[in-house]
């Protein structure tokens, strides 16, 4: 047995509850139709009709409102008044229309297509004035206004979703940023162990291979420290693979990781003791640091004398920190050549996987708003760092490109920043939201526009339609008041100020005494409903003959009235 998709209940009853206030709204209006209306045509076909187009109008609304539309058309044919309670049901598939599609283009052909049937229909049927201005004003209202209500609603659904939706977003990008976060911090403190273990890894080392030179050892013990330093020399480079592997090559350090309570003082005593011969000097007056900066200034002297002990042992290193007005500038220079300079060269600015010293050295610097210079000095090798005393509110200036020739401190190069003015990319769910917006900004100045500019064309042409039938009302108590044979000037205060300008044809085209010329005058006051018509010949300046254009054409004419002799 093949599968049947069934609607969703709540659909079902949604469309069920539609359908009977549309069918309520028709049933009313058959009833006041009284006995002239006909049960299949303004009852049962209605109702008929409605049942198609409001399940059709969840997936195309365009094919219910024209055929609704289609009903109010065929209220055109009514000789007593084209108006019905169809109406309210196209107004209730015109706003579906607007809520349903977002786009405007496809429905407002719609529309115009049944704006433009209303009118055939009206020129075909050679209808009254009263039915052209049903066409032109009321059909065109509860076409547009309804669906750009619907609009409207749809775009404020639409924005409050957005909302929602960015909101869901903006905590899934929360717990990732918190997830990154965490995550940036255990390599950071990765790399601080290994800024930390890895220099005193290098002095045991150190120590390690200054004992071997010791006369004292016999060769099994000169031969143990070989092997106790060949086994730190492997820790070392363990540590530092592993911390490149953790370490976010696309992101910059934070400073955060395992506090730094030695000084710089602290840290030259200890590799002293160690046995590298370091002489170090101090210019200027120490100023008040911030705490990142310290840390900063503390690292660049742990990197250099850690390169400097691990490629040239023997060489002596000369360490000078100099206090500026703004800026501490720290050098260190290892007087002998690298013993391995292809393995130092592997952690300058363009080290892989396998080297972090002086690139996360770098990457620390130019976070806190410094620079960096390294090479070659005078048959050894020189790293100097330029740090300024207080950190900028925003630092984070993006590191040197691996290659590129950073400014030599020397020349009190400032650190890059971006230039002024500089763009900055506008995230993705900021674009979509301000696009939603815009969107539903359009269709709420729509909404309230459309209508006005709308209003301009209709109201006076209606308002001048209303004048001209109201001032063209000849009571019953009047017209029978008229006496044939009498002149225009006796009567004129029983006649209307104009005369109808909208007569039917099959009234233009009744029979007319000869010589006579005829006016035309409406017997009520009601606009949307036909109403009898009195009709006055006039021959010259008399009343010639007076008789009645009934409303109905199916209704026999009467007889115009005799004449009367004067008394």
């Not at 065929?74 to 107004?91: I, K, Q, R, W």
């Not at 820790?235 to 490149?244: C, F, G, P, Y």
């Not at 917006?437 to 100045?445: H, L």
Request: glycine share 8%; charged share 20%; proline share 9%.
């Amino acid at each position: 047995m093949p599968y049947i998709h069934m609607p969703p209940v709540r659909i079902v009853c949604g469309d069920v509850a539609l359908w009977s206030v549309l069918a309520a709204a028709t049933g009313y209006g058959f009833r006041d139709a009284g006995a002239a209306a006909s049960p299949l045509q303004d009852l049962c076909l209605p109702l008929a009709v409605l049942a198609v187009a409001v399940p059709l109008s969840r997936r195309w609304p365009g094919t219910a409102v024209v055929l609704v539309n289609a009903l109010c058309a065929l209220g055109m044919a009514d000789p007593a008044t084209p108006a019905n309670a169809h109406v309210l049901s196209l107004a209730a598939l015109s706003c579906l229309l607007g809520a349903r599609v977002a786009a405007a283009r496809r429905p407002l052909l719609v529309l115009a297509g049944c704006l433009a049937a209303d009118l055939a229909t009206c020129a075909v049927l050679r209808t009254q004035a009263v039915w052209w201005f049903y066409a032109l004003t009321v059909l065109p209202a509860a076409l547009l206004l309804p669906w750009l209500a619907g609009r409207h609603w749809s775009g404020r659904r639409e924005l409050v979703r957005e909302g929602w939706r960015l909101a869901r977003s903006l905590e899934e990008r929360q717990h990732l940023v918190a997830e990154r976060a965490r995550l940036t911090e255990r390599a950071d403190i990765a790399a601080d162990m290994h800024d930390s273990l890895g220099h005193a890894l290098s002095l045991v080392a150190l120590r390690a291979g200054a004992l071997e030179l010791s006369p004292d050892l016999t060769d099994r013990d000169r031969a143990d420290l070989a092997e106790l330093r060949g086994t730190i020399a492997d820790a070392v480079e363990q540590l530092r693979e592993t911390v490149a592997v953790l370490h976010d090559q696309a992101g910059t350090e934070s400073g955060a990781g395992l506090p730094v309570t030695d000084t710089v003082e602290d840290l030259l005593g200890r590799a002293v003791a160690s046995g590298v011969p370091v002489r170090w000097e101090q210019h200027g007056a120490m100023p008040v640091l911030s705490p990142l900066v310290q840390r900063g200034m503390y690292r660049a002297v742990q990197e250099s004398l850690t390169n400097a002990v691990k490629h040239a042992p023997d060489g002596e290193i000369r360490v000078r920190i100099s206090h500026e007005a703004d800026r501490t500038r720290v050098s260190v220079v290892n007087a002998a050549a690298p013993a391995d300079w292809s393995a130092l060269a592997a952690e300058g600015p363009t080290a892989g996987a396998g080297g972090r010293g002086l690139t996360g050295l770098r990457e620390r610097v130019t976070v806190l708003g410094g620079s960096l210079w390294t090479g070659p000095y005078q048959g050894g090798y020189r790293v100097i760092a330029v740090l300024p005393h207080q950190v900028a509110a925003c630092p984070g200036t993006p590191a040197p490109r691996p290659g590129a020739a950073p400014a030599l401190p020397g020349l009190h190069a400032e650190a890059a920043r971006p230039a002024p003015g500089t763009d900055t990319a506008v995230p993705e769910s900021v674009k979509r939201l301000a696009s939603v917006r815009n969107a539903a900004r359009r269709r709420s100045v729509t909404a309230f526009v459309a209508p006005a500019v709308a209003a301009a064309f209709f109201v006076p042409s209606a308002v001048y339609l209303a004048w001209q039938l109201t001032t063209s009302v000849l009571p019953p108590s009047r017209f029978d008041e008229l006496t044939i044979g009498r002149p225009r000037a006796e009567i004129a205060p029983l006649l209307p100020a104009h005369a109808y300008p909208y007569p039917p044809d099959r009234a233009r085209s009744a029979p007319q005494p000869p010589g006579t010329r005829c006016e035309f005058y409406r017997s009520g006051r009601d606009l949307l409903t036909e109403v009898d018509l009195y009709r006055l010949c006039w021959s010259g300046n008399t009343l010639a003959t007076k008789d009645t254009v009934p409303a109905s054409p199916q209704t026999v004419p009467r007889p115009p009235s005799a004449p009367s002799r004067r008394s």
